[in-house]
């Protein structure tokens, strides 16, 4: 495998990963990191240009020999991430994964992950805050792991929240009414999801009922802000996709348990679990009238083990269908994987110093 690199494109991910496939792969991935046998990179990012960002992130997985790093550039034109997959044996690169579509798989499997765990098992109705291009696989994420009887949408455009909910129901088969504000949404709904781009809160303390779960995933960088940092005082578990991340770039956590700098600070923070601990701990306790609350800031490890599931799937790389000795089988793509032979390591011309005459 060492002398070829296959580049896998959006098409071959969808033939071969859907949502049900990717949160198998993600609480695999947590339950890895909660062992100790996964271990995330975290995000780095830099600004330049005219408001464009340069960004990465990633993660390695002792246990299935596969590290990984997604990178990306955000511009006022567009983003068009890549995650590179290497072999952790040899240091050789196995794949390169064209990532858009992992994106949308991670972010919404993940926090369905987390609302498995943390939800009531008997919620039903689901409050959605923000209509976006995540709100969809948001929705169809959480209808993954419960059963829902009424999802309630608002956006600030009242065009948009009616042409999301017919959406809703037209792609998912589920009832879906528009509000016309954050309270009416959320007004008796078990299962809050806010999916934007706000700045300042937009779930106050008041909105919060005993025995909801909250999913906030859109407010990921220092000037976004979704709900009232107070509501986290109320929450029986807070839990994070990355706690690294969410002390460097979460507003609301840092508010109330501060940057984790300090004693007290450090003991406040130890408040929020991460959710690979909670996964590899499952099953977990809760009493009917607790509040719980998940922050996705975003890891390497959705990242490293949907594109791991991914490369499983084609049966490429360590641990697939393709290696000597690997179990399972393999699903053919849509299409055929690009496979790139390489020509091994070139030697650098290093021309010889002409010699001064003295």
């Known amino acids: 495998m060492g002398d070829t690199t296959h580049w896998i494109s959006e098409h071959d991910v969808v033939s071969v990963l859907d949502l049900g496939g990717a949160l198998e792969a993600l609480r695999a991935g947590f339950a890895q990191e909660g062992d100790g046998l996964a271990a995330e990179l975290e995000k780095t990012l830099l600004g330049y240009g005219d408001h464009a960002t340069l960004h990465a992130l990633g ?10 790093v997604k990178v990306w550039t955000h511009t006022p034109g567009g983003a068009d991430p890549v995650l590179c997959i290497f072999d952790t044996r040899t240091g050789s690169l ?20 987390a609302t498995d765990l943390l939800a009531r098992p008997d919620a039903s109705v689901l409050g959605i805050v923000g209509t976006g ?43 879906c009414r528009a509000t016309s504000s954050v309270e009416a949404a959320v007004d008796g709904a078990d299962i809050v999801t806010l999916v934007t781009r706000a700045t300042e809160p937009v779930l106050l303390e008041p909105m919060v009922a005993p025995g909801v ?5 859109g407010a990921i960088d220092l000037e976004r802000r979704e709900f009232e940092p107070v509501i986290l005082s109320r929450c029986a578990s807070v839990v994070t996709d990355s706690v690294p ?16 700098e300090g004693e007290a600070s450090a003991r406040a923070w130890q408040a929020v679990r991460p959710l690979g601990a909670v ?6 306790t809760r009493g009917p009238d607790d509040i719980t609350l998940f922050k996705g800031m975003g890891s390497g490890i959705e990242d490293v083990a949907l594109g791991a599931a991914v490369l499983q799937r084609l049966g490429i790389g360590p641990g697939s269908a393709g290696e000597p000795g690997a179990t399972g089988t393999r699903a053919a793509p849509s299409d055929a994987v690009l496979s790139v032979s390489r020509r091994g390591r070139a030697e650098v ?9 003295p």
């Not at 996964?279 to 977990?284: G, H, I």
């Open 59 to 68: 993660a390695a997985f002792t246990g299935v020999g596969l590290a990984g």
């Open 94 to 113: 196995v794949a390169c994964i064209e990532a858009f579509a992992l994106g949308q798989l991670r972010t919404s499997g993940t926090a369905a992950v």
């Open 133 to 175: 291009k995540q709100a969809l696989p948001q929705v169809a994420a959480v209808a993954q792991v419960r059963d829902l009887s009424e999802v309630r949408a608002f956006s600030r455009a009242p065009e948009r929240r009616e042409a999301f909910a017919a959406t809703v129901a037209d792609a998912l088969g589920l009832h």
């Open 213 to 217: 779960h909250v999913n906030a995933v």
């Open 245 to 260: 991340q969410a002390k460097r770039l979460s507003s609301e956590l840092r508010e109330l348990y501060g940057t984790g």
């Open 279 to 284: 996964v590899a701990s499952a099953p977990m």
């Open 349 to 357: 011309a290093l021309g010889r110093r002409p010699l001064t005459q």
